[in-house]
């Protein structure tokens, strides 16, 4: 046990590396992505510490190169769910009694890995698999789970840290217990960060977890699990599998141990677990912790005092920047009249420069966009938008899938504000834009606030400070994360922490250490040093 309170290092986000033209880190990072497309790799899931392989390999492709043969990953079934689940609930007691400190060392020192010799490897499987350009690829993969690591460490003690205060003869303390149980971590394609910090945060409360990685996301989440062992986690306490999601979700929901959920994905799938676990709620020892972060259709509203340059930038920053696959990426944007045609100029000037392609050239700004059913699923909004008497193309508009699913920044102007493209989540690099009457601001700020069920991020433009000021409070509840004056993507760790609620998620705030409470269950205890000796108060003389 432990003889000391320990400090950790103080944490500060990581340095993001900008990879300028020629730098040597660009040659490095080039060169570990051509000498990665070349290999053949081969992943075993990691039940127990030890890498379990089947007879199911199934073949992996590159986005930017569909034809191209990565290698394979090994697919189980429910037994191996099974086998995840046993070994987390073995490994818990003896994790749970580790120090704290201990933990935290483990976590610290993978950190440490992933900036230093981990780091080219990270970015590159995230480039390859994910098709994130190099910018895109380092601000994820590397520094924000970096970022994750170290501020989720501070947090932690910080929490730890805080106790009740006692009374005169009476010692009260808080203690910040694991769940009994195991965890669930599900995780997505886009953010290999977001996959990563899923299953640690929760490891390293204490809890032990099983871990399902999107079936896009395996090639960096093999390099997240090689860097924890290295940084020495323990074997069962992160169990990282690869099933089918929905036979795994009934088989883990259904389990009398199971007592928390951290997903991040789509708003139906999310909907659908939590009415498993409501179905099974007399099965469990326990209330399970249910965490989730879905989906988004998120604005950019544009007073008519805006900045042009500011507007048009944020707009192609905020919807082109991965392909439009965050879930924080600008989706929709309401101009005013008197601005429209000027930003439309910006964009236009600006997207004329923009380079599309592999990553593996560090000047293309725009990859592909995951797979064959993203493509066809943004080829369909494109071709009826081109068909449509309520929207037209503006700006981009073309697709090719001959080598890789590749999608053309595309900007729609909808005349309806209803209208499909303007509601509905594409998940792609495509904005739509409500183009509204000058003097219709006001009511224009509430048609923000109820077209779209979700509440994730949003912006404002503006430089009038009393439109901001209404802005603010008109839109109070559109999103979890707001932004005055910026795109409404590209939150830090530490710095604002992201999440939001209504169909978005329930708003735990990831990067924070809000998120981390959802990962203990407190036990308060008192103790009297000296214990009355007769049950009569002094009111009964």
Known sequence: MSKAISQVPFAVNEPVRTYEPGSEEVKSLIATYKKMWKEKVEIPMVINGKEIKTADKVVMNSPQDHQHN????????????????????AAREKWNNLGWEHRAAIFLK?????AGPYRDRLNAATMIAQSKNVHQAEIDAACEFIDFLRFNIEFMTEMYSEQ???????????????LEGFCFAVTPFNFTAIAGNLPTCMAMMGNVVV???????????????????????PAGVINMIFTDGKETAEKVLAHPDFAGLHFTGSTKVFQNLWKMMGDNIHTYKTYPRIVGETGGKDFIMVHPSANVEAVATAMVRGAFEYQGQKCSAASRAYVPQ?????????MIAQMKTIKMGSPEDPSNFVNAVIDKNSFEKCKGYIERAEKSSDAKIVIGGKCNDSKGWFVEPTVIEASNP??????????????????????????????????????LTGAIFSQDRYAIDEAYKALENAAGNFYINDKPTG????????????????????????????????????????????????YLG
């Not at 993978?110 to 992933?114: E, G, R, V």
């Not at 871990?211 to 986690?233: H, N, R, T």
């Not at 224009?444 to 109820?450: F, M, N, S, W």
């Open 70 to 89: 990565l290698g394979f990953y090994h697919k189980g079934d429910m037994s191996h769910v099974d086998d995840a689940i046993n070994s987390a609930l």
């Open 110 to 114: 993978a950190a440490d890995l992933i």
């Open 164 to 178: 009740p205060v006692s009374d005169s003869g009476i010692w009260n303390r808080s203690e910040y217990r694991p």
């Open 211 to 233: 871990w399902k990685p999107s079936d896009k996301q395996i090639y960096s989440a093999k390099v997240i699990m090689e860097a924890l062992i290295e940084a020495g986690l």
């Open 338 to 346: 008197s601005l429209w045609n000027e930003v439309k100029e910006v």
């Open 418 to 455: 209803r209208y499909e493209s303007v509601c509905e989540e594409i998940f792609g690099p495509i904005i739509s834009v409500y183009v509204y009457e000058d003097k219709d601001w006001t009511a224009t700020l509430k048609l923000v606030d109820e077209t779209s069920p979700y509440s």
């Open 491 to 538: 939150a830090v760790v530490g710095q604002q922490p992201f999440g939001g609620a209504r169909a978005s998620g329930t708003n735990d705030k990831a990067g924070s250490k809000m998120n981390l409470l959802r990962w203990v269950s407190v036990r308060s205890i008192k103790e009297t040093f000296v214990s009355p000796k007769d049950y009569k108060y002094p």
